[in-house]
């Protein structure tokens, strides 16, 4: 079982590959960074459903996003985020986060939602949840190997 240094690392090389195949897409090295971000915050979240740096990182980005919401007001907002914030407590491990349709879906499903209140950021959305998606795979290849990886587990 790999940790999070290898995990880390996992992230960095598949964003590598990623940017490379993408990179007449990146427009600066602050978009480079940005998605770098993703990939690596990616490779850490299907170990949210352990007590890890992944859960805790997960952790201090939802503290964030409710915080800005108390300070917009937006209280049905704050109720979804703290439900959603429950979800890995009552999961066990390698379960649903370690689910590929699970970790192609969650982001896909956010990524949707925040393009609805976001509607003139769309590009940046798509690329920055791709990076997040990719960095997330790499974390099941690592924990289960390819072939693995891609099976419907129960």
């Given at each position: 079982m790999p940790g999070y240094k290898t995990h880390l690392v996992g992230g960095l090389a598949v964003y590598g590959v990623t940017l490379y195949l993408l990179r007449s897409y990146c427009g600066s090295a602050l978009v480079a960074a940005e998605w770098l971000l993703f990939c690596l915050a990616g490779s850490l979240f299907p170990d949210v459903d352990t007590k890890s740096k992944g859960r805790t990182f997960f952790?201090?980005?939802?503290?964030?996003?409710l915080?800005?919401?108390a300070v917009q007001r937006k209280f049905l907002a704050m109720g979804a985020v703290?439900?959603?914030?429950?979800?890995?407590?009552?999961t066990r491990h390698r379960g649903l986060f370690h689910?590929?349709?699970?970790?192609?879906?969650?982001?896909?499903?956010?990524?949707?939602?925040i393009g609805f209140y976001a509607t003139g950021h769309t590009r940046i959305i798509m690329f920055n949840t791709l990076?997040?998606?990719v960095?997330?795979?790499?974390?099941?290849?690592?924990?289960?190997?390819?072939i693995r990886s891609f099976k419907f587990r129960r």
């Open positions: 952790y201090h980005i939802l503290l964030g996003i915080i800005v919401f703290a439900i959603f914030a429950l979800v890995p407590l009552i689910q590929i349709w699970f970790v192609i879906g969650l982001p896909v499903i956010v990524a949707f939602i990076f997040f998606i960095g997330a795979i790499s974390h099941l290849f690592l924990d289960f190997g390819i």
